[in-house]
């Protein structure tokens, strides 16, 4: 199954849903401080509360004073204690700020980021290829603290807001059954906005995020160190720019649309808070005045209305519109854990079976058409085969296909009698090592750039040394230690010479069936020739896999496949090739002049 066709069945989550998969996430992730932080949410919503409590009996004290029912000593004490508990109020509130801020959210990020790198390891490489999963990925990284500032809003409506609002609700219901309308008139207005904000920025985040990447990706062709040669000498900066802007256009109109749709649903969301409000006032009024509450109770909650309308407007305005916006990073993060994972059987290969693909077809996520169709092919124990054909014709899919990077579609494919479709990765890859078109220049030194092929082994300088000299490597003013990376103050090295390391990197990992698919398509055919030459000698006695467009490389392999359209159309040695009419034949016609000098 292809990855298209999980992916297109997006599951959409509905806001509870969400919360219920990413709380226990999020307190996996930093177990005590989500305590810690709840413990202070409750304390704090504790704290709003008694300050109302608080407030009345000062004024009643006072009301009580002035009638000569009380003295200035309890007045006294009253404003102390009222005085005791707001402080105690901003401490905790500090201590919580701190600790969210500054200790959980950090904290979290980099374990929730851990998560992601884990779950990528474990993820079917041909994932990769589907932009969903890619947008997932780019979303969930940046979304890290989102998701702890997510958490941390949930834990404050639960711990904070939900304390202080059964408190209060407690105590206005005792004081007078109807003055609970005003938790009501205050909540269900703000609720309802919560809930339209929600829809309306999970929305925007699903069509935004194509196009930030195709905006990040034109920014980068137009500032990355390795496009700026090419986007101006061909003078293409104009063209990126243009689609650029034109992508940031739709891209804010989108954010625009949204902003004014919350813009309106704010404002009515004032005019319903204050008629709450001033509805509320009036029930209190009303009790007053018919003496069902004391002037001190009627102080105290009318303090403590412009209190509750404003933290439901700190719940919404605030809270709710940075919930908003982080759903949609949390349900990215939650869909890449959902991702299937590629699982397997522990098995240890034997590449002394050799490696065979048997009637395989593979079809890239999103086409409908496959790339590989019907291909069956053995390479045995220390073969060199050399797949040769046009741009396009399947080549480097058959190689993803036969190192077991990619499982197929159909048929099946045995590396050393491990079928690739039933082992894990870690099984079929133990012994298989590659050096591809797009090979890496890691900004590293020398010596990591060849190591990091076999990290489980400690870094044998005598061995890097020869293997890069088998390469042809020119180390004459490069030691293993330099740092290969202007950017960080080491130095560069000419696009042969990367080439040069990328295939040491290949060669210095243990293998028995090694891959070298193109990498030096860059270079010209004679000097292609010889460095596959070197890489046949190197790689002798091992199953060896080599792509090329080139008949002079192709030549030094045992026998040669020649690919069109997916298809092996003919397999033989160069001789035998040659002698019949076919693709080959004429690609040799075509290129034996390239060869004529050497
Ligand atoms: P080249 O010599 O240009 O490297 P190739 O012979 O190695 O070409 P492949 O790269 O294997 O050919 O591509 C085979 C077919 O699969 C082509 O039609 C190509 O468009 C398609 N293809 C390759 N990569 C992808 C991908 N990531 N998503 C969808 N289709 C792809």
């Given at each position: 199954m292809?990855?298209r066709s999980?992916?297109?069945?997006r ?6 849903q ?10 996996k ?6 305590l810690?932080?709840?413990?202070l949410?409750?304390m704090n919503?504790?704290?709003f509360?008694?300050?109302v409590?608080?407030?009345q ?7 009580d004073?002035?009638?000569g029912k009380?003295?200035?000593r309890?007045?006294v ?5 009222l005085?005791a508990?707001t ?8 201590i919580q700020?701190f600790?969210?801020i ?5 904290k979290s ?5 851990e998560?992601?790198?884990k779950k ?10 589907d ?5 997932d990925?780019n ?9 702890t500032?997510f ?12 304390i202080y609002?059964?408190v209060i609700?407690?105590?206005l219901?005792?004081?007078?059954p109807?003055l609970?309308?005003?938790?009501l ?7 309802l906005a919560?809930?339209v904000?929600?829809?309306i920025f999970a929305?925007?985040?699903e ?6 990447r195709?905006?990040d990706?034109?920014?980068?062709a137009?500032?990355?160190r390795?496009?700026?040669k090419e ?6 900066y104009q063209?990126f720019y ?10 804010t109109?989108?954010m625009w649309?949204?902003?004014y749709?919350?813009?309106l ?6 005019c319903t808070?204050?008629?709450g409000m001033a509805a509320?006032?009036y029930m209190l ?9 004391t002037?001190g ?7 403590a209305l412009?209190q509750?309308f ?5 719940v ?7 919930m908003n916006?982080d759903?949609g990073k949390v349900v990215n993060?939650?869909r890449?854990?959902d991702l299937?994972e590629?699982a ?10 050799g ?12 086409r409908d058409t496959?790339s590989?169709k019907?291909?069956s092919?053995?390479i045995?124990a ?6 040769i054909g ?11 296909l036969?190192?077991?990077i ?15 479709a ?6 079929v890859l133990?012994?298989?090592?590659g ?5 890496q ?11 990091i092929?076999?990290f489980a082994?400690?870094?044998d300088?005598?061995k890097i040394?020869s293997?890069l000299?088998?390469t042809?490597f ?6 293993l230690?330099?740092?290969l990376?202007?950017?960080y103050g ?6 042969g010479?990367?080439q040069?390391?990328?295939i040491?990197?290949g060669?210095?990992r ?10 030096t398509?860059?270079?010209d055919p004679?000097?292609e020739?010889?460095i596959?030459?070197q890489?046949?000698?190197?790689a002798e006695?091992?199953?060896a896999?080599?792509v090329?467009?080139r008949?002079?490389s ?5 026998r040669?496949v ?10 033989g040695?160069?001789e035998?090739?040659i002698a019949?009419p076919g693709?080959?034949?004429?690609m040799?016609e075509a290129?034996a002049?390239?060869y004529e000098?050497a």
């Open positions: 292809s990855t999980m992916n297109t069945k599951t959409k989550y509905h806001l509870l969400v919360i219920v998969r990413i709380i226990p996430i999020q307190i992730s930093a177990p005590w401080n989500c810690i932080e709840n413990c949410a409750v919503g504790l704290s509360a008694l300050s409590v608080a407030t009996y000062l004024f009643d004290v006072i009301a004073a002035a009638v009380a003295g200035y309890e007045c004490i009253h404003l102390v204690i005085a508990v402080f105690g109020q901003q401490m905790i509130n500090g700020n600790h969210g500054g200790v959980l959210l950090p990020a980099g374990r929730l980021t998560r992601i790198h990528v390891m474990c993820i079917d490489p041909v994932t990769f290829e932009t969903d999963f890619l947008d990925l979303k969930a990284k940046e979304g890290v603290r989102a998701i500032m958490c941390m809003l949930v834990f404050a409506c639960v711990s904070f807001y939900g609002f059964i609700g407690t105590y219901f005792r004081l007078k109807l609970i309308l005003t938790l008139l205050a909540f269900i207005p703000a609720m919560q809930t904000h929600i829809r929305h925007l985040e069509e935004s995020a194509p196009l930030r195709e905006c990706y034109y920014q980068k137009i500032c990355d390795e496009y700026f986007t101006r000498i061909l003078g293409a063209f243009q689609l650029f802007d034109d992508t940031m256009k739709v891209l109109g989108k649309k949204a902003e749709k919350t813009a649903l704010q404002l009515m969301l004032d808070t204050f008629a509320s006032a009024f009303h009790a007053t005045m018919s003496g069902e509450i002037v109770m009627f102080a105290a909650v009318f303090a412009t509750i404003a933290i439901m407007q700190e919404v305005r605030q809270h709710m519109g940075n916006r759903i993060f939650i890449l854990l299937p590629r397997g059987e522990e098995g240890a290969s034997d590449l002394a079976k490696i065979a693909a048997e009637n395989v077809s593979f079809c890239y996520p999103g496959p590989i019907n291909v092919l053995k045995a220390g073969e060199t085969i050399a797949i046009e741009n396009g014709a399947g080549k480097s899919t058959l190689v993803r036969m190192t077991g990619y499982r197929p579609t159909e048929g099946i494919v045995l590396i050393g009698g491990l079928d690739t039933r082992y894990s990765s870690s099984s133990k012994e298989i090592s050096v591809f078109q797009k090979y220049r890691y900004k590293m030194s020398l010596k990591e750039n060849v190591a092929s076999d082994i400690e870094a300088s005598d040394l293997i000299n088998d042809g020119e180390k004459d003013n490069i030691q230690e330099d740092m990376s202007p950017e080491g130095i560069d090295i000419s696009g010479q990367w040069r390391v990328a040491a990197r060669l210095y243990e293998n028995g069936f090694i891959v070298l698919d193109e990498p398509s860059a270079i004679i000097e020739t010889k596959y030459k890489f046949a000698r190197l006695g091992k199953s896999l080599i090329t467009h008949i002079g192709a030549k030094l392999a045992d040669i020649v690919m069109d359209a997916g298809r092996i159309v003919d397999i040695t160069h035998e090739l019949r693709q080959y034949a004429k040799w290129q002049q390239w000098r």
